[in-house]
């Protein structure tokens, strides 16, 4: 007896009811019902002082609450709903986010602050893993997968049209413009220096390593085992020697290096990125099919031909997947540097830290969180790019 194949929609119908999709979409509605009871604001009358919660009023409690469990239910039956109800429910966060600034900031002296409370941080996440699981629904019209994305376009507009600007991140932003400029710059300086150095040093020792399999352990081992040290304990422990060296030789001290600052940071951040470089470039030359080598050399190319036509390209976009893990690695890794006078983001998160502001420790994190989503987007961008123009290749 045959079976005749599953229509699309039999297909998205299945996917989205499978035990599996269901959880992510219950968790999200979950956390997203909690949000409505929690307070949604802080008032505080300045920075540092203790201030009052705000809670959401009646209508939109009721009317988030409704929403949040209309996520989940139309996952099980009109899974083509959910990507819209999932991008409104992230949107409709962000719109609130403002609404609810500007409403308690209302009559308040210009040193007050209103921050956001942990009933907005718990919807945003609940409305956040719900895109999360809209992303991976297999619907058949991809219109309807594209509207997962609605709360991006209504972000963009509500920070352009200033309805976010009461929200006490932006205004320790609009007071400390200058700096943040100055360390978001000193931070991508740490990052693509460190990853610049990383390829530099980890790209030949990869390559010469590929075919000596002892010398490949023993430098595999090493960077296995930087990667154990904590990030904080190594920057510790560079401080001693970099500062005798540059005492011995009084030339790099002239050039910057010392104990402190930023030549004990870029040292960390390139032996960091080391092991991803050359643990995906190891991984990488040595899966190039032997077919398409031999087929080189039968073409009468030359060692060096054979690597550089053949072997690299189609190599490329797995190292590049080592390199992109590498400067992710690296964003997070930078934002310690500030312990050792190096700059950077870490430089708000710390200073917020040590004054219990939790406003400077978001103008730092934040900003982090979205170069390290943005510098991975734009990496694996550019290896589906290679790897769509060497497969056609």
């Known amino acids: ?19 599996d999709v269901q959880l992510i979409f219950w968790l999200g509605g979950v956390l997203m019902l909690v949000a409505c009871f929690l307070p949604w604001a802080l008032l505080r009358p300045n920075r540092l002082a203790s201030g009052m919660y705000m809670n959401l009023p009646v209508v939109w409690m009721v009317l988030n609450a409704l929403l949040a469990l209309a996520v989940p239910v139309s996952a099980r039956f009109l899974p083509r709903l959910t990507p819209l109800l999932s991008g409104a429910a992230l949107a409709l966060g962000f719109y609130l986010l403002g609404a609810r600034m ?28 719900a895109v999360y699981g809209a992303s991976q629904l297999a619907l058949p019209e991809r219109f309807w997968s594209w509207l997962a994305w ?63 399999p002892r010398a490949a352990e023993a430098v595999l081992g090493f960077a296995n085992g930087i990667q154990t040290i904590p990030s904080l304990a190594l920057l510790g422990l560079l401080i001693a020697p970099l500062g005798a060296l540059a005492n ?25 990125a080391l092991l991803p470089v050359l643990r995906n470039g190891l991984v990488a030359l040595r899966g190039v099919s032997p077919g398409a080598l031999d087929a ?13 036509r053949v072997q690299l390209p189609l190599a490329l976009p797995v190292w590049l997947s080592g390199i992109r893990q590498a400067a992710v690695l690296l964003v997070g890794v930078a934002s310690i540097a500030q ?4 700059g950077g983001l870490g430089y708000f998160i710390f200073s917020g830290l ?40």
């Open 102 to 129: 500007t409403a308690a900031m209302l009559d308040q002296p210009e040193i007050a602050r209103a921050s956001a409370s942990s009933g907005l941080w718990v919807w945003l996440l609940g409305a956040g893993i």
């Open 248 to 272: 011995a030789l009084p030339f790099l001290r002239q050039l910057g290096v010392s104990g402190i600052g930023t030549a004990p940071a870029l040292t960390a951040l390139t032996l960091y």
């Open 150 to 212: 609605l709360w991006l376009p209504v972000l963009i507009v509500l920070a352009l049209s200033g309805q976010l600007a009461d929200w006490s991140v932006l205004r320790e932003l609009d007071a400390q413009q200058a700096r943040f400029l100055q360390e978001v710059g000193q931070h991508l300086k740490l990052v693509l220096t460190g990853l610049g150095l990383a390829v530099l040093i980890g790209a030949p020792l990869a390559v010469w390593v590929s075919r000596r």
């Open 296 to 308: 080189a050399r039968g073409m009468g190319m030359t060692d060096n031909q054979r690597f550089w």
């Open 1 to 19: 007896m045959t079976t005749s194949p599953l229509s699309p929609q039999v297909k998205s119908r299945r996917l989205a009811a499978s035990p």
């Open 339 to 342: 312990l050792i006078g190096a």
């Open 354 to 393: 040590q004054t219990a502001a939790s406003d400077l420790i978001l103008l730092g994190a934040i900003p982090a969180a979205l170069l390290a989503i943005g510098v991975d987007a734009l990496l694996r961008g550019l290896e589906v790019l290679l790897t769509r123009q060497w497969g056609r290749a």
